[in-house]
């Protein structure tokens, strides 16, 4: 079935340093998002980039997404604290209503 | 900026018991989903709705499970006989749009508890 699966699963990085995160999918899509998940919480929408796009920009954020790969990847760049979360990247098939997460990554920012 | 609310956040029930998840979309949106995360996995999708119909749902979402849209502002979600496999969060979301074409916007989520 199509499935966003993120890498890595956990990752742990310096207040300051840039996060990547990346997502694999298995079959064509409409468009890929990212969600971010504080502990306890809903899903907190980021960025949508759609299957003719190749990049996108959010603030800190960065999105690519390779179709030719069935890849996409999420750069946050200057971490805080406060981005510490899980990161799901989330497809979407053509005339389909649901999203399709992936299993997630956990990121930690260290003081 | 308007948001989607949930009640009630923490939901205790015994097990075959009825139970009624509501959540209050966002006024304007026209799509409304269920999904469900079972502690430390990933969110999956139940069912999606518009205009007073189910229009797609999951594997997961059988007999036992009915969504209503029973006034203009709540969507529920009623399981009708409860079983400790249904203990998940469950999250309501909206969007102006069908699917991913536009983001969903998600609740805070229903803590379910089948002892």
């Known amino acids: 079935s199509q499935q966003g699966e993120e890498d890595p699963q956990a990752l742990s990085i310096q207040e300051g340093e840039n996060a990547t995160m990346n997502c694999s999918y298995k079959t064509s899509i409409n468009n890929l998002q990212w969600y971010r998940q504080n502990s306890g919480r809903g899903l907190v929408h980021l960025i949508l980039i759609r299957s003719n796009e190749r990049e996108k920009h959010s603030g800190r954020l960065r999105v690519t997404l390779d179709t030719s790969k069935k890849s996409s990847s999420l750069l946050i760049t200057a971490s805080r604290a406060a981005d510490t979360a899980s990161y799901f990247c989330?497809?979407?098939?053509?005339?389909?209503?649901?999203?399709?997460f992936g299993k997630g990554t956990r990121l930690h920012i260290l003081p | 900026e308007p948001e989607v609310t949930q009640t009630p956040s923490h939901q205790v029930t015994q097990m075959g018991q009825e139970v009624i998840l509501r959540c209050v979309p966002i006024?304007?949106?026209?799509?409304f989903y269920w999904y469900r995360q079972i502690l430390g996995q990933k969110v999956e999708f139940l069912v999606s709705?518009?205009?007073?119909?189910?229009?797609?749902k999951s594997e997961i979402f059988d007999d036992q499970f009915s969504v209503e849209r029973p006034d203009g502002s709540n969507f529920t979600l009623k399981i009708r006989s409860t079983k400790l496999e249904d203990s998940a969060m469950y999250f309501c979301?909206?969007?102006?749009?069908?699917?991913?074409?536009?983001?969903?916007?998600f609740g805070d989520g229903t803590r379910l508890s089948i002892l």
């Open positions: 989330a497809t979407v098939m053509n005339r389909d209503d649901k999203i399709i």
């Open positions: 006024s304007n949106h026209l799509y």
């Open positions: 709705f518009y205009n007073n119909e189910i229009s797609e």
């Open positions: 979301a909206s969007s102006l749009q069908r699917g991913g074409a536009q983001p969903q916007h």
